[in-house]
């Protein structure tokens, strides 16, 4: 009987072990604890998720299930435009916000068929983990928005995907707008209309991107060659993003653009197959890349761009004074260049959570590891 007892105390520690964050934000959102030592919950349904998300008190909410939210909202019909063209692999445009109308006025008018879904992400709310457990934590058709003031979140091993990716304007997986301290962990985005991660134009402040698979495959793309162009869009007003050990693959540009206020670390990663460029910097991006491969990227920096770069081929101590060490060089294997030797930036990284940095051959590893379902 006592032992018994001891028995399933011990396995309820364990379950609640196991229900929880793994492991701790590095760099800049050092310190993030989401929704803490809440009790878990476990959502059943697509609307018990969202009212889990968007309350007002902290939790840790388990997705042990795939919620699918195609076809929850309806679907529409509407005129929509063709900038790229009306064949079969090219992405076309819905005209939200008026975008065709305003912005390619020229373009050919489509009519277009989207799930309504896909537009608006989740609202998530303060102090929130979202964590997927196993490979079972799937959000098909709805992305997640962390905004309006919202702050201290996790969303760690969780799956976005099939976010109307015909269609520009069908969807962002996740979006930062209004925060601070969050961390984006082990997720896989795929599929997605607009963008896999979207920091917008309000301070999106502490931010860690760590171990992620940003997956750019699909049959519909602005580059109509199955290379998605939409990846990455940083330009709040007074961010730091720590982006280390992400996986980003198969894209044709924007991954990512960077504008804004945006301090960039990106550490070991491994971007890796691209039919255009991977970083666009505009005028105030300050971005550092070390110890990162780029494999098979044709252009890792898209040309005239007024951003700051720091990026080295071999190991740097221009970085000793501010990070308090020296910076890793990149390793390029069939690729373009990206070298950067604007140091003015760096001092911004004095006093701050700073990421570790590792030998650029490292990062080819991140292929095994970023992503969901590999924690
Ligand atoms: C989040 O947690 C902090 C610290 O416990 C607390 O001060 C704040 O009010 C919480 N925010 C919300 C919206 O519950």
Redesign the pocket.
């Known amino acids: 009987m006592r032992s018994s007892a001891l028995l399933s105390s011990a396995l309820v520690a364990l379950a609640q072990t196991a229900a929880a964050v793994t492991g701790a934000a590095e760099g800049f959102a050092k310190g993030v604890t989401g929704g803490?030592s809440a009790t878990p919950v476990y959502p059943k349904t697509t609307a018990e998720l969202v009212s889990y998300l968007g309350d007002?008190?902290?939790r840790v909410i388990m997705l042990d299930r795939t919620f699918d939210f195609t076809g929850s909202e309806g679907t529409a019909t509407a005129t929509g435009c063709a900038p790229w063209g009306t064949g079969s692999a090219c992405q076309t445009a819905l005209n939200k916000d008026s975008w065709c109308t305003n912005y390619q006025p020229n373009a050919p008018k489509v009519s277009v068929k989207y799930d309504k879904a896909g537009i608006l992400g989740m609202t998530v709310?303060?102090?929130k983990s979202l964590i997927g457990v196993g490979s079972k934590g799937v959000i098909k058709g709805k992305g997640i928005r962390i905004v309006s003031g919202?702050?201290?979140v996790i969303v760690q091993n969780v799956h976005i995907t099939n976010l109307n990716p015909q269609y520009v304007w069908g969807g962002d997986a996740i979006t930062l707008d209004n925060t601070d301290l969050v961390w984006i962990d082990h997720v896989t985005t795929s599929l997605v209309g607009r963008q896999h991660i979207v920091l917008g134009n309000s301070a999106s402040g502490r931010v860690t991107i760590s171990n992620n698979k940003f997956d750019g495959q699909s049959s519909w793309s602005a580059t109509c060659n199955g290379y998605h162009y939409w990846g990455m869009y940083f330009t709040g007003s007074n961010d730091m993003i720590t982006f280390k050990n992400n996986y980003i693959y198969h894209f044709s540009g924007r991954s990512p653009k960077v504008a804004g206020n945006t301090l960039l670390h990106a550490v070991n990663n491994y971007w890796h197959d691209s039919k255009g460029h991977s970083f666009e910097l505009d005028a105030g991006a300050k971005v550092l890349v070390e110890g990162s491969v780029f494999q098979n990227v044709e252009t890792p920096l898209e040309a005239g761009g007024a951003g700051k770069l720091f990026a080295s081929g071999g190991a740097s101590t221009a970085c000793s004074q501010y990070l308090g060490r020296s910076c890793q060089g990149n390793g390029f294997g069939s690729s373009g260049a990206l070298a950067g030797s604007d140091t003015s930036f760096l001092s911004y990284f004095a006093g701050k959570n700073i990421a570790a940095a590792t030998d650029y051959n490292t990062a080819k590893n991140v292929v095994n590891t970023a992503g969901f379902g590999k924690i």
Do not use: L, R
């Open positions: 803490g007002s008190q902290a709310g303060s102090n919202a702050k201290n």
